[in-house]
């Protein structure tokens, strides 16, 4: 369970990540100068909430609905432009930190690793006789960073430590702080967005833009220190621990940043003293006990590995990949620890970096993006165990549905709440495109409540909190189902249909040859459109209310265009045959009814089942990094774990950092997802394709080692969750089941699927009474709080 390398990151995409969820860093490890990158998740462009919605669209919409009803796509794409709103902003670094050691260069016996098992990021060499050592970690019980430098050798540690920031900033100074105060830009346009000023900076003294401050303070055992603006500087210390604590002057996704620098510093101090009156060995032991009562829930074993343990984690990929079982074991829980790192209760969501970011013009805004990044970064959360680390999603989501009801009001006039395909710090639900500069391929899209709806009802599915979902849950699903009912409208058939509608990113070719976006009643628009009206009533039926509206999404759902089969035996994307922009598109957004929805599955729709599958077979093995992830999830549910493993095989490529294939993804040398360039969804979904791969629970019955791949004859998992908030853990050889363990909190009954016969059910040592139904499913009572013992022949 640990990242190692024998040199130092001399690249981004080869430091170390650590975080606590709202303080990042990356970590690069030079002997003579170590370098952490910082972040603080709060830490965004823009002034604060803005105007973002278009009455103009509620105008155009007519319109536009006409041309594409009368066949006019291309004039449609044109016509709706007019129906966007402005760019969102972007996540922004913070700072840096710089220590520069007075020691030589000449380094032998180095090493550089992280290990997931601490969370704690470690440096290792000998200069002469004198060990040097390093150990980094972001504390989330006591909210700093924490640098522990050690020499071997009484009065070796001499160095000098500096803050600085790409952006404006001053440093001062105190008795024993250093600090760096900073401004960020009041308007940042995405990287891919082309402007005279795609940057703009506000005056110190008058900006409305965030603000920030970073405060780095010192712990010495023996040796002298001084602080002036310079920096930090230690001579002739034995040990010294550095901690660092930022505060930015955001308020609320509703209210503009603070004005006073006077408000950021007080926070920041009162966390930067408390963590001073620690001990190094206080700090790091509550850190390990905060994070391992999370990580340490769910355990991997595949087949063992041959590979010698102290191999560099970049020579692995490069030489072995997916065929090193402990690479992937690695890779799994990898995606755990990301999520553990940049998700915790109180924070901002995961965005499309987590908390990671270097630029302040990075890839996509380093937003959220809403169309499939944002939802994938979760995909794990609840099967691995992690559903603590869903929150901020969930509040994130609550939040957006309060401005998306003025853009469901404004830009349509329907009722209910609505988004789109991107999200920022402030909550931006309109359409972006600088009002008719952005392509509506991917601007025009205004189904990401419909998505996002489905976390909610997700967390109550894995742990049957009631009260979450009548009061949290419940009340913004029920407004997203109000949008999707008035946004939907009769066709010349009867069905009921949406327009203007896109299949996310991916144009389509019609029949005289020109591409278009928009059309009507896409795949994947009826198929989210199913999946909440379909959540939505059965928790209706759990709360017991709202019996009106259940039986009017009852008769709307019955009426929604059916999916239908296209000349090439696969599902079609749109509602007409047309051919694909590009065959091997990295989205596939029209499959979401197999993953990570629910309603098409070989027992109850197998013609359109086999259909999805023969889409998947067309769109083949590449793509992106996390087009492979999202891929690897769809095999598992068409239960082919070998060709899920291939998908495996071609995410664990090494891609180097000036890679920009949007085609070919990867991971880079520190393991993190390459679309190229990185993104942190692949990692995400990774780590939930290889729990889908071994566990499933979204037909109603707990489905044991679905989709077990040739290359894991044998394995155990521990601590995975299932829906009915019940926990698995498995072990298998031979390719089959041996045993597996279930435990149940509140009781009920429970459905197992295996490939294998169940030839005994056990609790306390006592047999249990099990029926066995068709399809080697067994069935059987459960009491709150037991566990129970299912051995296979």
């Known amino acids: 369970m640990k990242l190692r390398y024998q040199s130092y990151a001399k690249v981004w995409t080869e430091a170390l990540p650590i975080g606590n969820g709202r303080l990042g860093a990356m970590v690069f490890g030079e002997p003579e100068s170590e370098h952490l990158q910082l972040n603080e998740d709060t830490l965004w462009s823009g002034r604060g909430p803005k105007e973002w919605n278009n009455p103009n669209a509620k105008e155009v919409l007519a319109e536009v609905r006409r041309l594409i009803s009368t066949g006019n796509y291309v004039e449609a794409d044109k016509k709706s432009k007019e129906m966007m709103g402005p760019f969102n902003q972007s996540y922004m670094p913070l700072g840096d930190l710089q220590v520069k050691f007075r020691h030589g260069g000449v380094v032998r016996a180095y090493e550089r690793s992280l290990d997931l098992t601490t969370a704690i990021t470690r440096v290792e060499y000998r200069i002469g006789d004198v060990a040097y050592t390093r150990e980094m970690f972001a504390s989330f019980p006591d909210q700093v960073i924490v640098v522990r430098l050690e020499a071997s050798s009484p009065g070796a540690l001499n160095f000098t430590a500096r803050l600085d920031s790409p952006h404006p900033f001053r440093t001062s100074t105190s008795a024993n702080h250093l600090f760096l105060q900073g401004i960020c830009p009041e308007h940042v346009d995405p990287n891919y967005y082309h402007s005279d000023h795609p940057v703009v ?6 900006t409305e833009a965030m603000r920030f401050e970073g405060r780095l303070g010192v712990h010495l055992e023996n040796g002298a220190y001084s602080i002036d603006q310079d920096g930090l500087h230690i001579k002739g210390a034995g040990a010294v621990t550095l901690l660092f604590s930022a505060a930015t002057s955001f308020q609320g996704y509703d209210k503009p940043p603070a004005r006073e620098n006077s408000e950021i510093a007080a926070s920041n101090e009162v966390r930067l003293q408390q963590a001073m009156t620690k001990t190094y060995e206080q700090l790091r032991q509550s850190h390990i006990d905060d994070y391992k009562s999370l990580f340490e829930r769910v355990e991997l074993k595949l087949s063992p590995s041959e590979v010698p343990e102290q191999m560099p984690t970049n020579r692995r990929i490069a030489e072995y990949g997916a065929k090193d079982p402990g690479l992937i074991e690695l890779l799994f829980q990898y995606g755990r620890y990301l999520l553990i790192a940049s998700s915790r209760a109180g924070t901002q969501p995961a965005n499309l970096q987590g908390i990671w970011n270097r630029e302040i013009r990075p890839p996509w805004s380093s937003n959220w993006t809403l169309n499939i990044n944002t939802e994938m970064n979760y995909w794990l959360a609840e099967t691995c165990h992690l559903s603590e680390c869903h929150e901020p999603l969930i509040q994130y989501i609550q939040n957006l549905a309060c401005n998306g009801r003025k853009t469901a ?17 402030w909550c931006q639900s309109a359409p972006v495109g600088d009002f008719g500069q952005g392509d509506p391929v991917w601007a025009l899209w205004p189904m990401s409540a419909a998505w996002l709806c489905q976390h909610l009802w997700e967390h109550y599915s894995f742990t049957k909190d009631e009260q979450f979902l009548r009061e949290q849950a419940y009340p913004v699903m029920r407004e997203a189902v109000l949008f999707c009912l008035d946004w939907l409208h009769t066709d010349e058939s009867g069905h009921l249909i949406t327009s203007p509608s896109t299949s996310p990113e991916h144009k389509f070719v019609t029949q005289d040859g020109q591409k278009a976006a928009v059309s009507q009643a896409a795949t994947m628009d009826m198929s989210l459109i199913w999946d909440l009206f379909t959540n939505c009533i059965e928790a209706l039926e759990v709360l017991q209310t709202d019996e009106s509206l259940g ?5 709307a759902r019955e009426k929604l265009k059916p999916m239908q089969i296209g000349k090439h035996g696969g599902l079609q994307e749109w509602s007409e045959d047309w051919d694909d922009e590009d065959i091997h598109h990295r989205h596939v957004s029209h499959l979401f009814g197999i993953f990570p929805g629910r309603q098409l599955t070989q027992q109850d729709t197998p013609q359109l089942f086999k259909a999805a599958r023969n889409s998947l077979e067309r ?6 990094g996390w087009s492979l992830a999202w891929k690897i999830c769809l095999w598992a549910r068409f239960n082919d774990g070998n060709r899920a493993f291939q998908l495996i095989s071609n995410l664990l490529q ?22 190229p360039p990185f993104q942190i969804d692949g990692n995400f979904g990774f780590t939930a394709g290889v729990a889908e791969m071994l566990v499933q629970s979204h037909t109603g019955e707990i489905c044991l080692l679905p989709a077990l791949p040739d290359a894991w004859p044998t394995g155990s998992v521990k601590g995975l969750r299932v829906r009915g908030a019940m926990g698995v853990s498995l072990t298998w050889a031979g390719g089959a089941l041996q045993e597996a363990e279930i435990e149940s909190p509140f009781g009920g009954s429970c459905r197992v699927r295996t490939k294998g016969q169940l030839i005994t059910v056990e609790s306390e040592g006592s047999s249990i009474h099990f029926e066995r139904e068709k399809d080697g499913v067994v069935c059987f009572d459960t009491q709150a709080g037991k566990t129970y013992t299912l051995r296979s022949l």
């Open 201 to 206: 900076y506000g005056e110190p003294e008058t």
């Open 409 to 425: 009001e404004i830009n349509y006039g329907c009722r209910g709440w609505t988004a789109h395909h991107n999200g920022d710090i």
């Open 551 to 555: 039986a009017e999404l009852t008769a």
């Open 619 to 624: 769109r083949g093995d590449g793509g992106t």
């Open 654 to 675: 090494l891609v180097e950092e000036d890679g920009t294939n949007y085609q070919r993804g990867g991971v880079y040398a520190n393991l993190f997802d390459a679309h």
